[in-house]
């Protein structure tokens, strides 16, 4: 990974932390993002010092924030000439409902929305580090949910679990629409569950204790969980692999709802109006 550029979003904890670790270890240039400066400087820092590699550089960014999503494609635009990777892997889940600063559902503007817009944004430095890579982190749980188009933002009974799992539906729809827009650009996107993980994450999405204390005890650990989008980000097994979703590092085929274009594509149309006033500012 000498000489290549790689964005992770969700880079201060968790997955995304140790995927970011992985990169550097393999010498790519990481960008580390996070909503917290100084927390995004002391991971930037500790990578350096554990791998030696002095390319970690931090960016700032709240999810919650499209404007904030769309300063860091602009310092990005700023710093690079193109990229390499970019794995879209924040995500929060809460446990009420909570609206972003745009007044969106936090969960759907953080997990879903942030990343549509941001992948959108930096699709031209992706098309100068062809051959390049599009990495959306998702859950298996995307099985479980439905795109609730009459109420997306979660206003009229609100379940933490439906919440998170739309958004992870979200993102494998996402994968298979770019998936299709991008054939025969040079850059792939694929999509994937990362297992149980023992993360903050998984802790706060059971709020029975019983099974909150089980799911910890059977959680694998991050870097474990950093596997799956390590190989979909390096390995030359998976080169040319587009539009595709895995758990852990097998190929998978999705679900009858995630298949549906027509799905697929109403969702890119709402997604769309929803960061209009943001789009084509980047170029
Ligand atoms: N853990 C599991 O068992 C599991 C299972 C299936 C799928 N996943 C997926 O794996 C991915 C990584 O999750 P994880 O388990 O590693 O969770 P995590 O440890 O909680 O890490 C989440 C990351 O997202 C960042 N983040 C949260 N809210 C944000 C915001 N408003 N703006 C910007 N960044 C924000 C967090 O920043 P802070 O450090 O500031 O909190 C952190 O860096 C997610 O996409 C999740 O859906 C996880």
Known sequence: MNNTVCMVTGATAGIGKATAFGLAKQGATVIIVGRNGEKAEQVAAEIRQRVGN???????????????????????HRRYTRLDVLINNAAVVT??????????????????????????????????????????VSSFGYKQSAIQFDDLQYVHQFSHRQAYYQTRLAMVLFTLTLA???????????????GIVKTNLSYNYM??????????????????????????AT???????TGKYFERKSMKPVSDTASHQGLQERLWEVSESLIEQYASIVK
């Open 54 to 76: 002095v390319d970690v550089v931090p960016m700032i960014a709240d999810f919650a924030s499209l404007e904030q999503v769309l300063n860091l494609a602009r310092e990005c």
């Open 95 to 136: 446990q009420t409902r909570q609206e972003s600063q745009d007044g969106l559902e936090l969960m759907f503007a953080v997990n879903y929305l942030a990343p549509f817009l941001l992948t959108n944004q930096l699709l031209d430095l992706l098309r100068k580090g062809v051959p390049s890579r599009i990495v959306n």
């Open 180 to 194: 299709r827009r991008l054939e025969g650009t040079g850059i792939t996107v694929n999509c994937l569950h990362p």
């Open 235 to 241: 390995s030359p097994d998976v080169a040319g692999i």
């Open 207 to 232: 709020a029975n204790p019983f099974f909150r204390f089980f799911e910890q005890v059977i959680a694998a650990t991050p870097e474990k969980g950093a596997e799956p989008s390590l190989y979909l």
